[in-house]
């Protein structure tokens, strides 16, 4: 028995060491990535490797300068590329056209942003995001030890997930808010369901990312988190209706309708599921039709939760049993950003937190040392693969087939758990 604890344990160190290597990689590949994108920043702005002006922030802080206007204007994709525009040309660097889709709400929170500098708004968003991934993974991992350990992993984590440290950060997109909102969830829901729901009724701010986590809640009956949930969204969109008034919120409803793979966006532009990084992206970027792709979608969508109830219910589980929550969560926020409708490279960053549930269950569970390779390498490649292409294009991206086989590394995960329970 202490041989068999001991090789257990030095299988645990060194499948530790392995995603401590991977984590530092890809902390360095995001600085790396950050320092190439905002090169010659203070020294030569017209430079034209001065690509910082070409990231996806551009549209936020365009929204933060249109937000005292009116809120309807950041609606308004003329007005939004004439702002664009004006940021754009003074520094030489050519205007993107982005277009903003998120609710009023949002856009008045970004505000206080606009009375910055460009690049002073972007960094001071940039490490916004940062702090909010950092109280996510305190969340959902407590470390322990002195404060400034726990601050520094908490800070550092985060990083080893390209699509957090690269595509979240440098780009100034903001899904370091939905990572906090799971991770939250997660935190909470075991003990204090009705507050976890109010918490998730926050992922209104982009409801197809967190669609199959309330539908998996639905079919588990978890009646007090979804009485939660309900009961955050009436008060937030009362709340919303109430500062913001009807037009603004009609304003964005008319672009968000547009906001789907083939649908009419402001200004003749469309949302091609090549840009997409989720599995409805995939099938219709593999078969090359939108009506065939969401036949093929719904098909699978309704096998992959099914196997989930089969796998994860926890109406199967015994309720002490903690390891299982884990992996039922991990499986749960991974289909729920794979099967969202629209699921993009920056929002894989909430794959953060069902990686951290892994590497917990990891932790406290009795598995083989090939269980634990196996796994390894997966959550490896699930790094990698932030630092390639991550857009589906023609087919599926590598970034795509990661989060598949993620997936079904919480399957492998969670059969070989069962296994050792009734061995």
């Known amino acids: 028995m202490r041989q068999s604890t001991q090789h257990a344990t030095g299988s645990t160190k060194r499948w530790l060491k392995a995603l401590i290597v991977t984590a530092m990689l890809s902390a360095a590949y995001a600085a790396v990535c950050h320092f190439k994108l905002a ?15 070409g990231t996806d922030f551009l549209c936020f802080y365009s929204v933060a300068r249109l937000v005292p206007a009116g809120i309807p204007r950041a609606y308004d994709h003329e007005a939004m590329w004439a702002e664009q525009a004006s940021i754009t040309s003074a520094v030489g ?35 916004c995001s940062f702090f909010l991934a950092g109280i996510a993974t305190a969340l959902v991992v407590p470390v322990r030890g002195p404060w400034f350990r726990k601050l520094g ?25 939905a990572v906090l909102i799971f991770a939250a969830v997660v935190a909470l829901r075991e003990r204090h369901p009705f507050c976890a729901g109010i918490v998730f009724s926050l992922g209104l701010y982009k409801p197809p990312l967190f669609a199959v986590y309330a539908l ?21 969109a009362a709340a919303s209706l109430s500062l913001f008034g009807l037009e603004a919120h009609e304003a964005f409803l008319r672009v968000a309708s547009g906001y789907f793979y083939g649908g009419q966006l402001p200004g003749g532009q469309q949302l091609p599921p090549s840009k997409g990084m989720g599995l409805l992206s995939a099938i219709s970027c593999l078969t090359g039709s ?8 719904v098909l699978a969508v309704v096998g992959l939760l099914g196997a989930h109830q089969q796998l994860f219910a926890r109406s199967t589980e015994p309720r002490s049993d903690g390891t299982a929550a884990l992996l ?16 993009l490279n920056y929002d894989a960053a909430v794959l953060l937190v069902p990686a951290l549930l892994m590497v917990s269950f990891l932790l406290r569970a009795s598995l083989s040392e ?40 919480v399957v492998l995960a969670k059969a070989r758990s069962q296994q050792v329970a009734v061995g």
């Open 370 to 409: 090939v269980t634990r390779a196996i796994v390894t390498l997966v959550l490896m490649l699930l790094a990698v693969s932030g630092t390639h292409d991550s857009e589906n294009g023609a087919g599926i991206s590598l970034a795509c087939g990661a989060v598949g086989l993620f997936w079904l590394s």
């Open 153 to 177: 992993l908490s800070l550092l984590i985060p990083l080893g997930l390209p699509f957090f440290g690269s595509q979240v950060l440098c780009s100034g997109q903001l899904s370091a808010v």
């Open 39 to 53: 090169s010659n920043s203070f020294r030569n702005p017209t430079n034209e490797s001065f690509s910082i002006y």
């Open 290 to 297: 939108l009506r065939v792709g969401w036949l093929l979608f």
């Open 328 to 343: 039922e969560q991990a499986s749960r926020i991974t289909l729920s950003y794979f099967l969202s409708i629209q699921a």
């Open 216 to 236: 998996l809640a639905l079919l588990n009956r978890e009646w007090r988190f979804l009485a939660g949930a309900a009961a955050g969204a009436a008060a937030l």
């Open 93 to 127: 660097a050519p205007n993107p056209r982005y277009i903003f889709g998120y609710p009023p709400a949002v856009a008045a929170l970004l505000a206080p942003l606009g009375k910055l500098p460009y690049p002073g708004s972007y960094y001071t968003w940039m490490l």
